[in-house]
């Protein structure tokens, strides 16, 4: 509902303006004059005939003309008759409303709230917040905090759900040289939230105007099927999205009876979502603005990096982390070692890190990083580290570095450390339209996450072989609750997905029927009770009637018991899938490593239902654990395709079955030439 005259408006008024520039009202006014607004400007102040040079008025009555915009700097009780007034009388569509005392403060406040987007949507328009700080456009500067950051159409659009927290991430990102094109705060959220503004993004876009760095601060989902269409369209037309999502930590709390349960939460479907539509994850505001920074320089296509610097520490520092988050930092030996040691002071090193050491020139830096530019096409980007040491001034390495970035075919980013001691210098360099990276950690970071973030996904559902007709007789006709193994089978199967051959048994004979006809050796497990383990009920590699008997008796007499699961004896490697079903989400899948790995290690990673195949494959590389699933040191992996097939038809599946709640299949077993579902609990929940 967002319309156009919100970002350019012929006219404004501000009710509630003032002289007093440290109350919302009078910042507003000013921020709107000193920012150069070329429009009508008026203030509805009673009493007063000029505020701060701008006419003022007693009510809309009075105005001399219609005005596209109205920001509201009052009490909360007075904003909806405000609304009305102005948009019977001056044809006001566009509204701003600055104030608090609603849905933050109570119901009382909430049922206000609710009488004001009523009020604005009565009318077609739009509304922003309430208790937000405002709205800075190309147009005007209308926001009552600082700092105010002077416009770059190349910078980005940034929409924070927090004011505050808007305030904040500026104050990170102004110093580092990152530029805005447009910054929205949408509080409350009463009619605009942060999914509205993505969707007038996405259908406003251009591609020749429009910004392509978009940042987020969501501290509530409230639409996630709206988010993940337009960030993922977003994306698709050229666009980068990087977003921080808050208040997500309850999830380590919850008490549940399945593997899943434990893991999965609401945290689990944001990442989920972000990672389907292909938005970078950010956990905080440095994190935030140094991904935006590494959006503005050209894109990273490979992983391989060389670092230049001139100090030994910081490139050990960065080292580490680009390592960690799968970045390489590729030796350089031979002739490309040699030359480039050949241009260096005695001392230096060319093995990569390249440490130039404090005595180097600019004009050495200059021609390494031409070599490595020009000459070595296994390298993907450089990241240059240079500081001040104290005795002289560094304009020129950085003139130098400005040099190679204007002309480089790949990637440079400036790690300058002296922000201090070469204040001077990184003005001038930021006054060239760069960005700096103050910490070599933060980077490596932000350029490991930027790396690992995959592209969005397609939105075909994989349908070949799975019987969404029989998925859907099974559900409907299944009870409530933990289902017994017998209906968990014939749905995997109705999905595709292959299960150890089992069969169930309430009695002895019946248990010695089945391993008659499956073949020995047999595990035996009981039915029932939640954890079967934990009971002593699984008994694996039983090879005789005798012992089948003997564990059969014993199983009976264990509480909860009303039947045993009689299955093929299966080897190979343990591995997990499970979802849980999470409200406005819809299911989050999670696979890694089965067994006892699984909760121990703590080692799995996120999709959302229904996946592709490139997502499943994607979760799968993810995982710490993935070398052992390629098979290590001599041991044999498992079919990597089978195991993403098996996610893909798991997702398929619950896509069709929303009733399933959770799900754990928990070991599945498998090596190259298989892989089968070995145990498995499912919670339908249909009422």
Not at 67 to 94: F, G, S, W
Not at 392 to 402: G, N, Q, S
Not at 663 to 680: H, K
């Amino acid at each position: 509902m967002i319309n156009k005259t919100l970002f350019s408006p012929s006219g404004i008024v501000v009710v509630g303006g003032s002289e007093n520039i440290s109350k919302p009202g009078g910042k507003i006014v000013k921020n709107i004059v000193d920012g150069g607004y070329t429009g009508n400007l008026f203030v509805i102040n009673p009493g007063r005939d000029m505020v701060q040079g701008v006419a003022s008025f007693s009510s809309a009555k009075e105005l001399p003309g219609d005005v596209d915009l109205a920001i509201l700097a009052i009490t909360a009780h007075q904003c909806p008759a405000a609304v009305r007034e102005l948009a019977e009388l001056r044809n006001t569509r566009a509204f701003i409303v600055i104030s608090a005392g609603f849905s933050e403060e109570g119901e009382e406040g909430a049922l206000l709230e609710n009488e004001l987007r009523d009020a604005v949507n009565s009318l077609g328009g739009t509304l922003i917040g309430p208790n937000c700080i405002g709205v800075i456009t190309p147009v005007y500067n209308g926001v009552f905090t600082s700092p105010v950051p002077r416009l770059n159409p190349a910078g980005c659009d940034f929409v924070s759900g927090s004011g505050a927290t808007a305030v904040f991430i500026l104050e990170s990102a102004l110093p580092k040289g990152l530029t805005f094109s447009s910054i929205i705060t949408v509080g409350n959220s009463a009619q605009t939230g942060i999914e509205e503004v993505l969707e007038y993004w996405d259908e406003s876009f251009d591609v020749s105007t429009s910004s392509k760095i978009k940042l987020i601060y969501v501290e509530n989902i409230q639409k996630p099927d709206k988010l993940l269409k337009h960030a993922t369209s977003l994306i698709n037309k050229g666009c980068r999205i990087a977003a921080i999502k808050s208040g997500v930590t309850d999830a380590g709390q919850r008490a549940t009876s399945s593997h899943t349960g434990a893991m999965a939460s609401a945290d689990s479907a944001v990442e989920a979502l972000f990672r389907k539509a292909g938005i970078v994850r950010c956990f905080g505001r440095e994190e935030l603005t140094t991904v935006a920074s590494v959006f503005m320089y050209n894109e990273l296509r490979g992983k391989n990096l060389v670092i230049i610097t001139q100090a030994g520490g910081p490139g050990v520092m960065l080292t580490d982390a680009l390592s960690d988050g799968g970045l390489n930092i590729p030796a350089l030996e031979g002739a490309d070692h040699d030359r480039i040691l050949k241009m260096l002071n005695p001392g230096s090193s060319a093995s990569n890190p390249i440490d130039i050491l404090a005595t180097g020139t600019a004009e050495q830096l200059g021609k390494v990083i031409d070599y490595c530019d020009n000459e070595m096409d296994e390298v993907d980007g450089m990241i240059i580290i240079f500081g001040s040491t104290g005795l002289t001034t560094v304009y020129d390495a950085f003139d130098m570095i400005h040099e190679k970035m204007q002309n480089c075919r790949k990637p440079v980013f400036p790690i300058l450390p002296s922000i201090s001691s070469a204040r001077s210098e990184v003005e001038e360099f930021l006054a060239k339209g760069h960005i700096n990276f103050p910490d070599e950690v933060v980077l490596g970071k932000a350029l490991t996450s930027v790396h690992n973030t995959p592209k969005p996904a397609g939105e075909n559902v994989y349908m070949e072989g799975i019987d969404i007709t029989e998925i859907r007789r099974i559900v409907e006709t299944a009870m409530d609750g933990f289902q017994e193994p017998g209906v968990v089978g014939r749905l995997l199967k109705a999905a595709g997905i292959p299960i150890v051959e089992e069969g169930v048994a309430a009695t002895r004979r019946g248990a010695l029927r089945i391993a008659r006809r499956i073949g020995y050796p047999v595990a035996l497990k009981v039915i029932g009770p939640v954890h079967k383990s934990d009971v002593g009920g699984v008994t694996l590699n039983i090879k005789t009637e005798a012992h089948l008997n003997a564990e059969y008796r014993r199983m009976r007499k264990i509480k909860g018991v009303n039947a045993v699961l009689v299955q093929k004896m299966q080897s190979g490697m343990e591995l997990f899938i499970g979802a849980k079903y999470e409200p406005r989400f819809g299911h989050v899948v999670l696979c890694g490593l089965g067994g006892i790995f699984v909760e121990a290690l703590g080692d799995h990673s996120h999709g959302l239902a229904p996946l592709t195949f490139d997502e499943a494959r994607s979760m799968i590389r993810s995982l710490k654990s993935y070398p052992i699933i390629q098979g290590i040191r001599g041991t044999e992996g498992v079919n990597e395709d089978l195991f993403a097939e098996i996610i893909v038809r798991l997702s398929t599946l619950l896509r069709y079955a929303t009733e399933i709640k959770e799900i754990d299949l928990n070991p599945l077993l498998g090596n190259q030439d298989y892989i089968r579902v070995v145990d498995a609990r499912m919670l339908i929940e249909k009422t």
